[in-house]
């Protein structure tokens, strides 16, 4: 898999092109910060009297490899996709290294500190399912009634799993089937593939 980078962080990125390699690595720390504790413009403003270049310019930057480094964390993209990421750029081979040994050096505590931003919900673990038909009773005589009997097992973070006991029909459970793979379907459309990008 590889992250699309848009426009804006295309250029930016590019720009690292015209730098040295020790500024890149300055570049690649602040970034480090800014996804640790967020933006500090005082540090941008030393960096534009430092390096010389502006300080919204720098600030821009820092937010293209913000971006880069938080969404392939997120992915835990390998050595391979990181640079397939960083081919359409066509920067060269030392820059790129000093991106990607800066990323996967950080990599797991960029991780860990973007999942304290996230909401911890409940995820899907395990679930259980059991069809119960009672066949005939007194007063029906021979009428079939399934009923599906379900146990949906969730966890949320490092918590003990919670069970969920659910009961339904086959017509429900059936619309419930297809209300999902519509959503599903729904989610995959490029509009709210680009929505979803700018949510997380």
């Known amino acids: 898999m590889i992250i699309e980078l848009d426009n804006t962080h295309k250029q930016d990125l590019s720009s690292l092109r015209s730098l040295s390699a020790e500024i890149i690595n300055e570049f690649c720390k602040i970034a480090l910060e800014f996804i640790k504790k967020g933006s500090n413009k005082k540090l941008y403003i030393g960096a534009s009297q430092k390096l010389n270049i502006a ?43 000093i991106l990607r040994e800066s990323y996967f050096d950080n990599r797991k505590e960029i991780r860990n500190t973007l999942q304290e931003f996230y909401p911890h919900l409940d995820h899907y673990q395990n679930l259980e399912w059991r069809l119960d038909t009672q066949i005939a009773n007194r007063s029906l005589g021979s009428s079939i009634n399934p009923i599906y009997l379900l146990k949906l097992i969730t966890k949320c973070g490092s918590d003990k799993p919670i069970e969920h006991l659910l009961q339904t029909d086959p017509n429900n459970l059936k619309h419930l089937c297809n209300e999902l793979e519509s959503a599903l379907n729904e989610i995959r459309t490029y509009e709210n593939r680009l929505i979803i990008r700018n949510i997380k």
């Open 55 to 97: 300080a919204d310019k720098i600030e821009s930057l820092v937010d293209s490899i913000t971006y880069l480094f938080s969404e392939c964390s997120r992915f835990m993209l390998n050595e391979n996709d990181f640079n397939d990421t960083l081919a359409p750029i066509k920067l060269n081979d030392e820059i790129v290294e």
